[in-house]
């Protein structure tokens, strides 16, 4: 058995640490498994990249290439993938010869949508946004517009019925429709809900899968070692949000968050935030904040998590939620909404709290509640690592996934 893994990078971004992860649990478990990829940071044989029908030397502007077409309607960057570019992947995926390919993350200008129905392989396709079933955009937010044919895109501000969205839903439904192998795969039920739904996906079987992580690297520390390393007061609680560029991304939720900070005294607790930096702010906080940046290393990401009394995930949407993950496996509580993909990972009072959808009092009632009592926090630190294994360790996730292999070509 013989797997190919398609996503446009190998470790940039959300998605591709997720896809690596499985990458690295498949290997473990002794599947044939490699990666093609648009970019390639890391120096693994078994990545390659997809060359540019012009020159390689393209592959780094083909995202910006992507993101101007919406561009020149909006007149402006928004979050939109139309994936028009002419694409050499079915090329390379003739000369590896896998016998499933399995696709994950594919915009950025990495993949046309045609190219898709000239694979002639199955194809499982494990979703990390809602691109796959919209007209363009990665979030729709409050948008049903999918569940018709797009059009009138809140996302490119159009008024239009036969905009630019409804165009590349088109494209989608024609494209899909030529594709006789394909299952979907999403990491969360409200993400397969939202599949199951769609016109474009939803007569398409399903499989929910959520994304593992190495819980031997995730994993409980010395926290109070680890606060002094890193000059955190001994006597506050820390709560800690972290995500990509997190602070200025709306989906995110930290307008959210701020407004729950300011229902906590600012004597009891702290802020820890990384993946933003401090001058991301519009405004002074109410509580000390301290700003990380960028976590190059697992092993400091770890070290965070460790520190913090409780992980703050306030997002608006996710499709899983990693931060909530990976706090889990290290034994720190998530507090976040009980909306979409956290929802799979969080159990309410049981590994942390679940908030009234976006109420940012009951959001620091969460906060609080899974902080003041030492014994209370401490059955859920312990709950929170034994569902992390249980159910995000990367030989429980690359299994499911062998045994969804196994199934799409009927092999024992």
């Known amino acids: 058995m013989k797997i190919l893994i398609v996503n446009t990078y190998d470790l940039r971004g959300g998605a591709a640490r997720a896809t690596w992860r499985l990458f690295e649990g498949l290997r473990m478990q002794g599947v044939d498994v490699s990666m093609l990829v648009q970019e390639k940071r890391s120096n693994d044989r078994d990545v390659m990249v997809v060359p540019s029908p012009v020159s390689?030397?393209?592959?780094?502007?083909?995202?910006?290439?992507?993101?101007?077409?919406?561009?020149?309607?909006?007149?402006?960057?928004?979050?939109?993938?139309?994936?028009?570019?002419?694409?050499?992947?079915?090329?390379?995926?003739?000369?590896?010869?896998?016998?499933?390919?399995?696709?994950?993350?594919?915009?950025?200008?990495?993949?046309?949508?045609?190219?898709?129905?000239?694979?002639?392989?199955?194809?499982?396709?494990?979703?990390?946004?809602?691109?796959?079933?919209?007209?363009?955009?990665?979030?729709?937010?409050?948008?049903?517009?999918?569940?018709?044919?797009?059009?009138?895109?809140?996302?490119?501000?159009?008024?239009?019925?036969?905009?630019?969205?409804?165009?590349?839903?088109?494209?989608?439904?024609?494209?899909?429709?030529?594709?006789?192998?394909?299952?979907?795969?999403?990491?969360?039920?409200?993400?397969?809900?939202?599949?199951?739904?769609?016109?474009?996906?939803?007569?398409?079987?399903?499989?929910?899968?959520?994304?593992?992580?190495?819980t031997s690297m995730f994993k409980p520390g010395d926290k109070k070692q680890i606060r002094r390393s890193f000059g955190f007061s001994e006597n506050k609680k820390l709560i800690l949000f972290g995500a990509i560029r997190g602070v200025k991304n709306t989906i995110k939720g930290f307008d959210l968050l701020e407004k729950a900070l300011n229902e906590l005294d600012p004597e009891r607790f702290e802020l820890v935030v990384f993946g933003s930096e401090e001058s991301s702010l519009e405004r002074p906080l109410k509580i000390r904040a301290r700003f990380f940046g960028t976590i190059a290393g697992e092993e400091k990401l770890v070290m965070i998590y460790n520190a913090a009394d409780v992980v703050a995930v306030p997002s608006y949407q996710e499709v899983f939620g990693q931060a909530a993950s990976e706090a889990m496996a290290c034994g720190t509580p998530v507090v976040a909404f009980a909306q979409t993909g956290l929802k799979d990972i969080v159990k309410h009072k049981e590994t942390g709290y679940l908030a009234t959808p976006f109420d940012p009092v009951d959001l620091a009632r969460g906060i609080a509640w899974i902080t003041d009592d030492d014994a209370r926090h401490q059955a859920l630190c312990s709950a929170s690592r034994a569902r992390a294994v249980e159910h995000f360790s990367l030989d429980v996730v690359a299994g499911r996934m062998i045994s969804l292999y196994k199934e799409v070509l009927h092999a024992e």
């Open 56 to 214: 390689g030397m393209l592959n780094p502007f083909r995202p910006y290439i992507d993101f101007a077409i919406p561009l020149m309607q909006t007149r402006r960057r928004v979050l939109f993938s139309s994936s028009m570019i002419p694409d050499r992947l079915v090329e390379m995926i003739d000369r590896i010869n896998p016998d499933v390919v399995h696709l994950n993350w594919l915009t950025g200008g990495f993949v046309r949508i045609e190219t898709l129905a000239k694979i002639g392989r199955p194809l499982i396709w494990t979703l990390h946004d809602m691109w796959a079933f919209t007209g363009g955009c990665h979030y729709a937010s409050n948008c049903i517009r999918y569940l018709q044919t797009c059009g009138n895109c809140p996302v490119l501000h159009s008024s239009k019925e036969k905009d630019l969205s409804n165009r590349v839903f088109l494209r989608k439904k024609k494209t899909y429709a030529e594709i006789p192998d394909l299952t979907m795969t999403t990491p969360s039920s409200w993400l397969g809900k939202c599949v199951q739904e769609s016109p474009l996906l939803g007569n398409r079987k399903v499989v929910v899968i959520p994304n593992g992580l190495n």
